[in-house]
Structures are given as C-alpha cells and as structure tokens.
C-alpha cells in the first residue's frame, strides 16, 4: 500500500513539474516568434501576402489605390509609435498580460490626441475600403468573396493546428507520468511483496 501511495505521490509531483515546464516551452517559442515579428517587421508581411492573395486581378489603378492605402497605413503606424509614452510601450512588451488586457490598458491610457488619431485614421480606412469596393467590378467581387471564403477554411484549419498542439501537450504530459511510472517501478527493485517469502 506504501509503495502504491509512494507511486501516487511521484506521478502527481512528476506531472506538475512536466505540466509547466513544457507549457513554458512552448508560450517562450510562441513569445519570441511573437516578438521577433513585432521587431523586424514580419507579422506585416504575413499580413500583407493574405491580403495579396485577395486581390490577384485588380486593373492597374486599383493597384495603385491599393499601395496607397498601405503606404498611407505604414505611415500612420510610424507616427503613432512615436506618440506612445514609456507607460504605453511598458504596456506592449509586458509578456504576462494577454494581447486583450494589453489592447484594454492601451485604450484607457491613450490620450486625446491619440484617440483622435486614431478616429481620423478609422475614417481615412473606411473612406478608402468604399472607393474600393465601388471600384471593383461584379466579377472582381464574386472572386473576393469566393477567396473570403476560403480564407475561412483557413481558420478552421489554424483552430484544428491549436487542437494538435494541445494534444501534443498531453501526450507529452501522459509520457511524463509514464516515465515517472517506469522510474518508480525500478526504485522497488522487484522487491515482491514485502513478506520476504513467508
């Protein structure tokens, strides 16, 4: 009975020290891709190739319209970057507060300034999403939403990736407390029973 507790208690130990570790594994790799594309630049880019594929046959003036806007976006990050305060950029990079309580604390400490800059920003983009959209012909809005809809399917697919990870975890957690299993079954020593063979 001792050596069945004894196996208990070294499996739930076993698993709360595997559960964080691996856990901690995987947030610091999401962290510092996370990170490494806020620095350099490359979550715009993965941003701006989804956005590519949406408009593969635009005519040569809703390209142009198009690079526009974006220039016009860039520019618009780049100066509100600079408006942030060193309690805003605190904010951003701290790595316990998810992205939602990030978003919140910004938007209760932005400025005046700021949030018109970004209610006039809101409006250019809305204003620039119409002249688009009357830009576009029939067909061009049939082949927009028929990408639309397969961009969906990609979503699914990124909530079926979320689904592998977790697994993944689990096995990993489960293989933990297998090996905790095996480790104690070799510290017993095949000792039988415990009545020394009485």
Known sequence: MKAITRLMGIMVLSVLIAAPALNAQ?????????????????????????????????????????????????????AFRE?????????????????????EAIKASLSEEQKEMIQEQNQVKDQNRQQLRS???????????????????????????????????KQAQMQAQQEAQQQQGSGNGGSGNGNGGK
């Open 26 to 78: 995987t947030e610091t790799a999401v962290k510092e891709q996370t990170k490494k594309q806020l620095k350099d630049g490359s979550g715009d880019q993965v941003k701006e190739q989804k956005r590519d594929q949406l408009h593969l046959n635009l005519t040569d003036e809703q390209e142009a319209l198009m690079e526009q806007n974006k220039q016009g976006s860039k520019q618009f990050r780049a």
């Open 135 to 169: 830009s576009l012909s029939s067909e061009q809005k049939k082949q927009v939403r028929q990408q639309l809809q397969q961009g969906e399917n990609c979503e699914t697919a990124t909530a079926v990736q979320e689904r592998t990870r977790q697994q993944a975890q």
């Open 83 to 103: 408006t942030l305060t060193d309690e805003q950029l605190a904010i951003l990079e701290n790595q316990e507060m998810t992205r939602e309580q990030k978003r």
